[in-house]
């Protein structure tokens, strides 16, 4: 802000020295020249704006002012300098500039004539024939186009040479049809003559501003099928959007997002990382990337994500638990169970309704690899905590079932039946209650069908394993396996 506001002034210290010391005409047309050629054309238009009224210069002054004019889409006072420049120009000049202000005339003319038809008809085809027509010509005399009058009548007749007068280098008019393309839906139709008018007047900054809102409606059409589960579609639009604007860090997410749901996660994380580029402090897209990196089972990369994310998130005291929790599941992942503990008790102790912290704790302790973090005590203490929490989650009821029948063959080991029944009943339980929250899921048949087997009731056990296979075809094979040795499992329920 402070170096444009430095450029301001001495900009503005320049432009008060140069009025100050009465340059000549020609010297403000030479310095407004030199402007407009080396590409700063807000100060020639600035300074074609402080001499329009200048008195006393030639028929060049003005017409070169009237260029400039011209150049920011400025047609009235275009014709305003060109009119000052045939009062100051000679019989030979006054006939090419006279001619530069017919057709602009002729240009102004048509324009209203095709917009009077889009309102009054909303021909909308209507109007963007003509104004091809107008760009490109449209190899007919029209009336205004000048003409060789042969036969000398005053008026033009078919045969006669004329001039079929295109406007290929007014940015405008592309911008038009751009507009009309834009309100069809026509996206693509409008950013081919939007990019047109920006490469015929670069410093328009209306071009520019309305190509930015044509990728924004197109990153909307992303949008609407990204909620319907459309991916590719979204993702085709967003790259769209993308290709003409791509200083949007919103659309990157959302391409990151569609990517992410079509698992196709490397480029979700290329996706995620341009948002970072764009905006550094979206912590959300470092979290993003930080789970795309989890289902490539990548944990050491997942994990500097998720601290980049807590480091953002601290920075700008942003309540976001997933990245802390996420963390911990990355450490477990790796082996890290100390890390991965102490994090996890950091996310409770920030937010203590956090049930996956719970949950994952449980997890920690039931499947750790490392048998000094395997504790089925402190597991089931985390898991009925999560429960308490979340008690509409049937994740977690499920996993309840499973410890509770885990514990329970440690009893039967150990020849501990009372004990190894309690148990079974409570994995029978939360079995029942996993079911009740998703009714064909296939692990809760599982552990019920297990739970029932080891409490001797085999016609309700088959029933269970078999609902288990038919819901979720990973415990196939393991109810094949069970169901060949029900009577050696079943060795207890004689005694």
């Not at 000049?93 to 240009?107: P, R």
């Not at 704790?361 to 985390?382: C, K, M, S």
Request: aromatic fraction near 14%; proline fraction near 1%; charge should be neutral.
């Amino acid at each position: 802000m402070l170096k444009f506001l430095r450029y301001s002034q001495i900009f503005f210290l320049s432009l008060s020295f140069f009025y100050a010391r009465g340059y000549t005409c020609n010297e403000i047309d030479s310095i407004i020249t030199n402007r407009f050629e080396n590409g700063d054309y807000e100060i020639a238009h600035t300074m074609a704006k402080k001499n329009k009224s200048k008195d006393a210069c030639d028929a060049n002054f003005y017409f070169n002012l009237g260029s400039v004019f011209k150049k920011f889409d400025d047609f009235n006072t275009t014709r305003e300098m060109y009119n000052l420049a045939m009062k100051k120009s000679n019989e030979e000049d006054y006939k090419a500039i006279n001619l530069e202000y017919k057709k602009l005339s002729f240009f102004s003319s048509q324009v209203n004539f095709i917009q009077s038809i889009y309102a009054s008809d909303n021909n909308k085809e209507k109007a963007l024939i003509n104004y091809k027509e107008l760009l490109m010509g449209n190899d007919k005399w029209d009336n205004g186009e000048p003409f060789v009058d042969t036969n000398q009548n005053m008026s033009y007749d078919e045969g006669e040479v004329h001039t079929d007068w295109k406007f290929n280098d007014i940015g405008l008019l592309n911008l038009y049809i751009a507009d009309i393309y834009k309100n069809s839906e026509r996206y693509s139709d409008a950013i081919v003559y939007l990019k047109s008018a920006i490469a015929i007047n670069p410093f328009v900054k209306k071009y520019q501003e309305y190509i930015n809102v044509i990728s924004k409606l197109i990153a909307q059409q992303g949008n609407n099928y990204l909620r319907l589960g459309k991916l590719d579609d979204a993702i085709n639009q967003y790259t769209l959007s993308l290709s003409i604007d791509s200083t949007e860090a919103s659309i990157f997410y959302n391409l990151g997002n569609a990517y992410f749901e079509k698992q196709d996660y490397t480029n979700a994380i290329t996706a995620f990382s341009n948002v970072i580029k764009i905006d550094p402090e979206k912590f959300k897209a470092v979290h993003k990337s930080g789970i795309a990196f989890q289902k490539l089972t990548q944990h050491e990369d997942a994990i500097i994500q998720f601290r980049k994310a807590i480091t953002i998130i601290e920075r700008n005291e942003e309540n976001f638990m997933s990245s802390y929790h996420s963390l911990g599941v990355s450490f477990m992942e790796t082996g890290s169970y100390s890390e991965a503990i102490q994090i996890l008790n950091e996310v409770i102790t920030l937010s203590p309704q956090y049930y996956k912290a719970y949950e994952t704790l449980g997890v920690i302790h039931i499947e750790a690899t490392d048998e000094r973090f395997v504790n089925y005590d402190l597991a089931l203490e985390y898991l009925l905590e999560a429960s308490k929490v979340k008690s509409d989650n049937y994740r977690i009821k499920f996993r309840l079932s499973q410890l509770y029948n885990m514990m329970a063959e440690e009893n039967k080991e150990n020849e501990k039946y009372k004990l190894m029944n309690k148990n079974l009943v409570e994995a029978k339980k939360f079995a029942r209650q996993c079911l009740k929250l998703k009714k064909t899921y296939g692990g809760a048949y599982f552990e019920l069908g297990v739970a029932e087997l080891n409490l001797c009731n085999r016609s309700s056990s088959l029933k269970a394993l078999k609902k288990a296979a038919k819901y979720d075809r990973r415990y196939r094979s393991e109810v094949k396996r069970i169901i060949k040795k029900m009577d050696s499992i079943m060795n207890h329920c004689s005694d």
